[in-house]
């Protein structure tokens, strides 16, 4: 049986972990390749590397990051921040991604998920939504995307800053069609909070899309995981605080799934 | 002597860093020459099986490729590199593929999800050396949104179930191919390659 993915998010700025400070195991918490191994010991399903470094000339460190972690790690890994162009895209894979997240570049130019899911396969394709609950009945934005009074998330992009006017849900659907093969869906309003995931917002995205949808923000207990996945129908959780804090280990995780039913890799 | 084949699939790094990291070596190559004189072959492959096609035919791999299975090389078609074997595929409406084992490539069924991503269980059908050491209904990683229905089922050594049961690994003679990703399978893929190279006689 298909297997609900347990995904630990690595946030990597010049080459190093940020968040990731409280492992007594690692000599090096902070070191990217060390954290990717640990997690995979660990059981970790797949990784995600966000590359949040602020200026766009010090991303080819993330290429490096990338391929050293390639060179020792044997899991799927996605990495996202940044990425504007067919090219960039490429460069992150040839060092050793295995997908790619994409979520400002594909508001800006959609044609983009077009062009990487003809050029590497819609399966390397992640369409990453930074989605926001809308308050009342906001109508904003253009076109066959835009906020209309039932619309009830909004896309951000730009690292949540920018509101764009383009409903979630709409947008989840435009981006598979376009040949996006996977949805990673962060709740803004939750992410950070640790007090569960968004799962009206997942159960909305993953009953109209037929790929598979990462819940994303929000974790903060074991519930929460199994939440996602029953509630929220969600395929993977991502999460970040919980495992990096060493609150729970992968391991503890999935066991506390299984023990309730849920299929997972052990 | 391990030959890779280069035609561009994305996931030809993976499958050579996993290859190196079990300490084999191997030349990564897209020389139509070279793959004809390999004692080994691994074909990589992910994401359109209609471009991998045409990128092999417009390399002049085709030929070299469809002989060494033939002569009864050892062979390892790993995701697309597996299912490029087979007569037919029903992605982009319809391609001739190699036709090297009988068979129709069929697209997963919509009641599930596709692609079909993740970690899913091996049923190993037959003993073969590819599985020493791997427990049966292993967890292996996928992902694909098509799959191989071999006309002869004495070709499957291992099926997986997802909407529909599918050969998941297919053998014959020195020949073996994979829908999974062995690169990307953890401690279990890089054992069945391992365990490959070994039954291809790879010191």
Same mark, same amino acid.
């Given at each position: 049986m298909l297997t609900k993915r347990i995904i630990p998010c690595l946030d990597v700025t010049g080459g190093r972990v940020v968040k990731g400070v409280s492992f007594v195991k690692l000599r090096d918490a902070g070191d990217p390749v060390e954290m990717a191994s640990f997690y995979d010991r660990e059981g970790a399903d797949e990784l995600v590397f966000l590359d949040i470094t602020a200026s766009s000339d010090k991303r080819n460190i993330m290429v490096e990051v990338v391929?050293?972690?390639?060179? *020792?790690?044997? &899991? =799927?890994?996605?990495?996202?921040?940044? @990425?504007? #162009?067919?090219?960039?895209?490429r460069n992150i894979l /040839? !060092? $050793?991604?295995?997908?790619? +997240? &994409? /979520? #400002? +570049? +594909?508001? @800006? /130019? =959609?044609? @983009? &998920?077009?062009?990487?899911?003809?050029?590497?396969?819609? *399966?390397?394709?992640?369409?990453?939504?930074? +989605?926001?609950?809308?308050?009342?009945? !906001?109508?904003?934005?253009?076109?066959?995307? !835009?906020?209309? $009074?039932?619309?009830?998330?909004?896309?951000?992009?730009?690292?949540?800053? *920018? =509101? #764009?006017?383009?409903?979630?849900?709409?947008?989840?659907?435009?981006a598979v069609r376009l040949g996006a093969g996977e949805i990673l869906l962060t709740s803004m309003d939750a992410d950070g909070h640790q007090t569960g995931y968004d799962l009206e917002l997942n159960r909305a995205v993953s009953r109209v899309v037929g790929v598979p949808v990462i819940a994303s923000g929000g974790a903060g207990s074991l519930a929460h995981l199994y939440d996602a996945l029953v509630t929220g129908e969600a395929d993977a959780v991502l999460a970040a605080s919980i495992f990096h804090y060493g609150t729970y280990s992968i391991r503890q995780a999935k066991v506390y799934l299984a023990e309730r039913g849920i299929p997972v890799r052990l | 002597m391990i030959t890779i084949v280069d035609y561009g699939a994305s996931n030809l790094s993976s499958v050579a860093k996993a290859i190196s990291h079990l300490g084999y070596s191997a030349t990564v190559t897209s020389s139509p020459k070279e793959v004809a004189a390999a004692k080994?072959?691994?074909?990589?492959?992910?994401?359109?099986?209609?471009?991998?096609?045409?990128?092999?035919?417009?390399?002049?791999?085709i030929a070299p490729l469809v002989k060494a299975v033939r002569e009864g090389k050892p062979f390892l078609g790993v995701c697309l590199g597996l299912q490029i074997l087979f007569t037919s595929s029903e992605e982009s409406g319809g391609l001739d593929c190699l036709n090297v084992l009988p068979g129709q490539v069929r697209r997963l069924p919509s009641s599930v999800k596709v692609p079909h991503i993740g970690w899913n269980q091996v049923r190993q059908k037959a003993p073969h050396d590819v599985f020493k050491g791997i427990p049966d209904e292993a967890h292996f990683y996928f992902v694909h949104s098509y799959y191989a229905d071999p006309d002869d089922r004495s070709l499957v050594v291992g099926e997986t179930e997802y909407g529909v049961r599918f050969a998941s690994a297919v053998a014959r003679g020195n020949l073996v191919a994979t829908q999974f990703h062995p690169e990307k399978s953890g401690d279990w893929g890089l054992m069945f390659y391992r365990n490959f190279f070994r039954f291809a006689g790879v010191r």
């Open positions: 391929e050293k972690v390639s060179r *020792q790690v044997f &899991i =799927p890994l996605t990495v996202g921040g940044g @990425l504007r #162009t067919v090219d960039d895209m /040839n !060092a $050793g991604a295995d997908k790619v +997240a &994409i /979520n #400002t +570049a +594909a508001v @800006l /130019n =959609p044609a @983009l &998920i077009e062009e990487g899911a003809a050029r590497f396969g819609s *399966q390397c394709i992640v369409l990453a939504v930074d +989605a926001r609950r809308v308050e009342g009945k !906001a109508k904003r934005g253009k076109g066959k995307l !835009a906020l209309t $009074g039932g619309s009830r998330w909004e896309v951000h992009t730009y690292g949540g800053r *920018q =509101p #764009t006017g383009v409903d979630a849900v709409k947008w989840a659907v435009e | 080994v072959i691994v074909l990589p492959g992910v994401g359109a099986a209609g471009d991998t096609m045409s990128r092999l035919g417009s390399l002049g791999l």
